[in-house]
């Protein structure tokens, strides 16, 4: 035993701070991979830069690697979460083409404006979600099994209500995913001013957020990580979205509208899992079922919504897929649900359920997105793509758990 | 040195990040005898067992084994099990779809080139079987038999590897009183056949009956080795005295209950198993609780005690359960385990890793879980409330942890227990279950757990006691319950509690009960 110990249980709680380190960091765990999948992200996005000879952070490459990703990334955060609760779902691809065709149709043969077809589109994907949750839930069949019959059901149906494809879309619908924000405010330096404020804004609010955190618990004697660390993680962070920013701002059209989307999902998700009662309830389902049920939480209605707000999601992943081609196509969303779980294994979670975060989920799309693109560039086969994503999938994993097993259990 | 020695593990000490868990650790056994470990949780008797066995393989500690007079380093448990050194871990591994004989051969099949012969494969299995004393045939599959008999395949599986050298880790932990007697006379019977035996446990009147030395380890430390049937005969005191570094004079903390009202009461309460509906689990029972009392209850295994407790907590056991519960004389439904909790009852379950504890997750999330409304505004957790709270836990409860962001699957039994009872007491009930609150627990945290039991009784809750342990029970409770087949067959005050008749009414059958 450590000196350091010795006076833990007289001390005050601000004296914790005198704790070892390495407990400390026990104790951390999570974070700690955290750290490790963006530094995975980080050499991946360098060796690519290196290897594609500058190309892949051209601003307008940056530009369409959100525009092709932003469908990972929008199922990774429904599936994240589907994960950290102990299910997984397969269907998501196959709702993606069976809500993109309900909404294509909607707006071309019933003329329904675009906005009231996405409205459309979101409700469709709760009604589904609903549909599967309530087997999940309700009945007690395993997800794999339900979401394996939706993975049937909903790509027979999209055969059905599409045919084979449905095209002549709104130009507004379609801008969706191939727009950008307006440039209202003109370009200084050839640099989109839209997107300069944007990125300042979000720097801005993130320092103020993460400095009211801190402040508020120093208030209360708790555990304040030191100020080095602090200040060090808030400037790479601001780092990395002021570079972002830069990028896109000479872009051909600044911020794509879809990251506004992915943002503004990011950022409220990341809030619903870490801070709300039903983002605990998840993890607390996750990490252990019974205990949950017997310490008062309703597992039934907290497994339904999951599946309801998955539905939602690949809803706005079809709107998006959707917009992008331009058409709603019967074979749309194939292997979505694929990139998707993979993005969540890829940023961390486990497939035991209880432990997985939206951010990991995110770097773990956008590795995928870089690999896609950097290959692309590099001209590489598309069969000889999915067999690298493949094993990078693979080792992340496994990289993941030999870093666990060396940080020991007793 | 000696060679009767079959044993010597030398000046062992193994680190982990930050831990020093082992500390120059001696530990000698000499053959045929059985040798029995004490310590309390977390002072290191499980980590010893793994450097002994090779899960812990040779490099990642500092130290010598001498097995027989060689020194050895195990790389993994299949070396040190060819060394005749087997481990039965306390959490069973056994396969519970394969048969008794397929979990006997496992990873040792009775094959020729790679085909199984059954026929030998069931006929050995069916000589280790009698040698154990298992009335089983050996295509029974594991599921279909009990924790009792599970534990005998496990010794009949490490007869089949030639053990020499049988390590028990709490053998008898999850064990009935009668299954534990048949098992501790199986280890007598073992020594008698030569085979020597390291029992880690408990349960000291245990360790009193079988073992020939005793090893006390406390915080990673030799502290002594006892000779059992020396000129001095040792006794329990004494085994605790080396454990806890001081003596125990009193295992119950003086208490004098102030009953008030009552609290609870339940009438009638019948419920059916959930699988086989036509069967009784909970047969008629009626039992009441008042403020600031404790209240016990005792039965044997099967008696019904959890069943009566889950099926009260929010109907989360069983089918069929009928019978009426009065919260503070209205009579009230306790449909689900919101409802329960919002009627202020808590019900803290035996199974603490199972049914108690996110073993993945924080102390602070742990403590929070059952009343996380108290800390939320419109679904929001505020998160600096809820570590003040776990904080406040941490001290009044002395959960021995570096802080509370730590993961309670790393704490030791009485420290999860503890957060356990955080959780619950947090929730603010009026009504506390205890399901075998000190099950797996160290004296000394024991201790501190019937404290915190009585200054909850003090605080005006009526809490009931479930446990196994009549000393326990007669300890610190001031009425308690039997149960026999799911009925209640008697009740007594605290005064006139002994064991003989608690003992009487939980063996009660059904067919001499007066009613």
């Not at chain 1, 589907?82 to 779902?89: L, T």
Request: with cysteine.
């Amino acid at each position: 035993m450590t000196t350091d110990l010795n006076p833990a249980p007289a001390a005050p709680p601000g004296a914790q701070a005198r704790v070892p380190l390495g407990q400390r960091m026990a104790g951390l765990g999570g974070n700690a991979r955290q750290y490790g999948i963006f530094g995975a992200l980080v050499v991946i996005v360098l060796l690519f830069q290196v290897l594609t000879d500058g190309k892949l952070l051209l601003a307008n490459n940056v530009a369409a690697l959100f525009q092709q990703n932003a469908y990972v990334m929008i199922l990774a955060i429904g599936m994240v979460m589907v994960i950290v609760a102990g299910h997984i779902d397969l269907s998501v691809g196959s709702v993606v083409a069976f809500v993109g065709g309900i909404v294509a149709v909607s707006m071309r043969d019933m003329g329904l404006p675009w906005l009231v077809a996405v409205l459309l589109g979101l409700a469709v994907g709760g009604v589904v979600g609903a549909w599967q949750g309530y087997w999940v839930a309700y009945v007690g069949i395993p997800a794999f099994i339900v979401t394996l019959a939706g993975m049937l059901i909903f790509r027979g149906l999209a055969l059905v209500i599409v045919g084979e494809t449905v095209a002549g879309l709104p130009s507004q619908f379609i801008a969706i995913s191939k727009g950008s924000l307006p440039n209202f405010l003109g370009y200084a330096n050839n640099m989109d001013v839209v997107t300069i404020l944007i990125g300042v804004l979000a720097i801005g609010a993130i320092v103020v957020s993460q400095v009211r955190a801190r402040r508020s618990l120093r208030k209360h004697e708790l555990y304040v990580e030191p100020v080095g660390l602090f200040a060090t993680k808030l400037a790479l962070v601001a780092i990395g979205i002021g570079v972002l920013t830069v990028i896109l701002s000479f872009s051909a059209g600044g911020t794509p509208t879809v990251l506004v989307i992915v943002g503004v999902l990011i950022v409220a998700y990341t809030f619903l899992m870490g801070r709300t009662v039903f983002g605990r309830h998840i993890y607390a389902i996750g990490g252990n079922r019974l205990a949950a049920s017997l310490s008062g939480v309703d597992t039934r209605r907290v497994d339904f919504w999951i599946f309801v707000n998955m539905g939602v999601l690949a809803g706005a992943a079809a709107i998006v897929t959707t917009a992008r081609a331009g058409a709603a196509i019967a074979s749309a969303g194939q292997n979505f649900e694929l990139d998707a779980i993979a993005a969540c294994f890829i940023g961390g979670a486990a497939v035991t359920g209880g432990i997985g975060r939206i951010s990991g989920a995110i770097v773990g799309a956008l590795i995928m997105g870089v690999l896609n693109m950097g290959l692309s560039i590099l001209s590489v086969d598309p069969s000889w793509q999915m067999a690298i994503k493949g094993l990078v999938l693979l080792f992340a994993v496994a990289f993941d758990l030999i870093n666990k097993r060396r940080a020991g259990t007793r | 040195m000696s060679t009767d020695h079959i044993l010597e593990m030398r000046d062992i000490t193994k680190r982990f990040p930050g831990v020093i868990a082992l500390q120059d650790v001696n530990l000698s056994v000499r053959a045929g005898e059985i040798h029995a470990i004490c310590g309390e949780n977390g002072a290191g008797k499980s980590t010893l067992m793994k450097i002994l066995s090779g899960v812990y393989p040779h490099g990642t500690y500092e130290g010598e084994i001498v097995l027989s007079g060689e020194p050895v380093e195990f790389r993994g448990i299949r070396d040190s099990e060819r060394h005749g050194v087997v481990i039965i871990h306390q959490e069973l591994a056994l396969s519970p779809f394969l048969s008794i004989a397929e979990n006997i051969f496992l990873g040792n099949e009775q094959a020729e080139r790679g085909v199984v012969d059954w026929n030998k494969t069931n006929s050995e299995a069916a000589k280790l079987l009698a040698r154990v004393g298992l009335d089983e045939r050996p295509d029974t599959k594991i599921v279909d038999i009990g924790v009792g008999k599970q534990q005998l395949v496990e010794i009949a599986k490490a007869l089949s590897k030639e053990v020499k050298l049988l390590i028990l880790d709490e053998p008898t932990a999850a064990l009935n009183d009668e299954d534990s007697a048949h098992l501790l006379g199986l280890i007598r019977s073992l020594k008698e056949h030569g085979i020597t035996s390291i029992i880690i446990s408990h349960k000291l009147n245990e360790i009193e009956a079988v073992a020939d030395t005793t090893t006390i380890i406390r915080d990673g430390k030799t502290i002594e080795t006892l000779e059992m049937h020396g000129d001095d005969a040792v006794t329990e005191e004494r085994i605790i005295r080396g454990m806890v570094g001081r003596s125990l004079d009193n295992r119950f903390p003086d208490h004098v209950s102030t009953i008030g009202e009552e609290v609870l009461r339940i009438e009638e309460w019948t419920v059916h198993h959930p699988i086989d509906q036509a069967r009784k689990v909970v047969d008629n029972a009626s039992i009441d609780v008042r403020r600031g009392e404790i209240v016990g209850i005792a039965g044997l295994m099967g008696a019904g005690r959890t069943e009566l407790a889950m099926s009260l907590f929010g109907r989360s056991y069983g089918a069929r359960i009928s019978g009426r519960a009065f919260k503070d004389g209205k009579q009230v439904e306790l449909r689900n385990v919101g409802a329960a909790i919002r009627h202020g009852i808590a019900y803290a379950t035996e199974d603490r890793k199972r049914f108690g504890l996110n073993l993945i997750d924080t102390i602070q999330h742990n403590v929070s879980a059952s009343a996380l409304g108290k800390l939320a505004r419109w679904g929001v957790v505020d998160r600096t409330a809820e570590e003040k709270v776990a904080e406040q836990y941490r001290r009044d409860l002395n959960i021995k942890t570096p802080t509370v962001s730590a993961l309670v699957g790393k704490l030791s039994g009485g420290n999860q227990q503890k957060v356990v009872l955080s959780k619950w007491i947090y929730a603010d009930p009026d009504v506390l279950i205890l399901d075998e609150p000190t099950r797996g627990i160290d004296v000394g945290a024991k201790y501190e757990i019937y404290t915190i039991i009585n200054r909850l009784a003090d605080e005006g809750k009526g809490v009931i006691v479930i446990s196994s342990e009549l000393p326990e029970l007669i300890g610190i409770c001031d009425r308690i319950y039997a149960l026999s087949q799911g009925r209640v067959t008697g009740e007594v005050a605290r005064a006139d509690a002994t064991q003989e008749r608690l003992m009487q009414y939980m063996t009660m059958e059904k067919d001499v009960t007066p009613r």
